[in-house]
């Protein structure tokens, strides 16, 4: 199969982390006798520098004709002083609703190989965390109004029957291939939006009665997920609920530089991310984890070009290289072996094999 493929590196560790999983698909594609094309992309804040503009439409248009997008991440110190509307962020927004992807699905999943890498108790680790957050992606308060006059700033939040009863099907077909409990997590006791969202939720639950459905309050889904997560399959929440539930999931796994992401719409070129942003911190060292963007490239496999078992190759290899011991640094135990961002890339490289 021949897939092009547009690429964003972005920003901080983006470049480095996206170099590792392009080797990836580049191995998996000789093992199977596909051809993966990449086309590059500016977004975020090398956007801004090179077009003054973090997303300008020629380089959305390259994603949106492309078969799926991967991205690294965008963001950084040097433009936190540009005007909002120009932020690099604000180019992954354009991008989103771009291309139309209105869900997110965020898996928090604990590799057995790093439990000891959990800030959770062992006896509550031990219970089992392997749940899926779909968070609503192009709606709600990042894309209501924003605006700032004298001393008082608004942010507006909405959101319709139909953008909840999209996200809410996908939140109840993913549980239905699961263990088949979702639980819609808003703020009915506050907001309308909420108060809609339930409703919508109940109204879809009758269309899917194998789906046992529950609700929780936002704030109380924050403590649960550190409380007891092996209680949560499937949680289906608004975008910024989702976006803060799911940074809050993945840390409970151990380190937020293993965790991949899917973003589709109503077509298969979906987007592809690791979840965590652009490390400034640590970005040109060397010392990322890119596993979060390889397993991001294992889902736009999986989802977008039906190649499950190219993908369950690259799964078994980043399974295989940590049973080998080897840790990049946010994920280092006594014992670990330990690697930088590119060695990790070839380490996994080395332990593919066609399944
Ligand atoms: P961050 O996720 O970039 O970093 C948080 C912490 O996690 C840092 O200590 C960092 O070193 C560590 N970390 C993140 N990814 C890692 C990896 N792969 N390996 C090892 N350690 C890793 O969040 P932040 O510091 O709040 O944001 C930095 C920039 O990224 C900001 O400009 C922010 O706006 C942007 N951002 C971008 C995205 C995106 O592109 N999707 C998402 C979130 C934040």
């Not at 209501?144 to 996200?167: C, F, P, Q, W």
């Not at 263990?179 to 506050?190: A, T």
């Not at 909420?194 to 459905?213: C, F, G, N, Q, T």
């Not at 910024?240 to 992401?261: N, R, Y």
Request: hydrophobic share 35%.
């Amino acid at each position: 199969m021949v897939k092009n493929i547009a690429v964003i590196r972005g920003d901080g560790i983006g470049p480095e982390i996206v170099e590792q999983a392009l080797r990836v698909l580049d191995r998996v594609a000789e093992l199977y006798g596909h051809t993966f094309n990449y086309t590059d992309v500016d977004m975020g804040g090398c956007a801004i520098d090179k077009y003054g503009d973090p997303l300008p439409e020629h380089e959305l248009q390259k994603c949106v004709n492309s078969d799926s997008v991967l991205l690294g991440a965008v963001g950084g110190n040097k433009w936190n002083d540009v005007p909002g509307h120009m932020r690099p962020e604000k180019g992954l927004l354009r991008l989103r609703a771009g291309m139309g992807v209105y869900s997110n699905n965020r898996p928090a999943k604990i590799w057995k190989q790093l439990s000891s890498a959990s800030p959770l108790k062992k006896e509550i680790v031990d219970k089992g965390i392997d749940f899926i957050i779909v968070r609503e992606l192009i709606g709600g308060i990042y894309f209501g109004e924003h605006k700032t006059e004298g001393d008082v700033a608004t942010d507006v939040l909405t959101y319709s029957e139909s953008e909840i009863e999209r996200i809410g099907r996908i939140g109840f077909e993913t549980a239905q291939k699961r263990n088949k409990k979702l639980c819609s997590v808003e703020k009915s006791n506050v907001l309308d939006s909420s108060r809609l969202w339930k409703k919508v939720m109940h109204r879809l639950a009758e269309e899917y009665p194998d789906v046992e459905l529950s609700d929780m309050l936002v704030d109380n889904c924050a403590m649960q997920i550190v409380k007891n997560p092996a209680q949560f399959d499937v949680i289906v929440t608004e975008n910024m609920f989702g976006d803060i539930l799911s940074d809050e999931a993945s840390m409970i796994t151990g380190s937020i530089g293993m965790i991949p992401s899917s973003s589709l719409g109503s077509t298969t070129c979906g987007l592809y991310e690791p979840i965590h942003g652009s490390a400034p911190d640590i970005a040109g060292k060397d010392v990322a984890n890119p596993i979060g963007t390889i397993l991001s490239a294992a889902m736009m496999l999986r989802f977008s070009f039906d190649m499950s078992k190219e993908a369950e190759t690259i799964e078994n290899a980043v399974s295989a290289y940590l049973d080998a011991g080897y840790r990049t640094a946010d994920i280092m135990s006594e014992g670990g072996k330990l690697v930088g961002c590119k060695r990790c890339g070839e380490l996994i490289i080395e332990k593919l094999r066609k399944g």
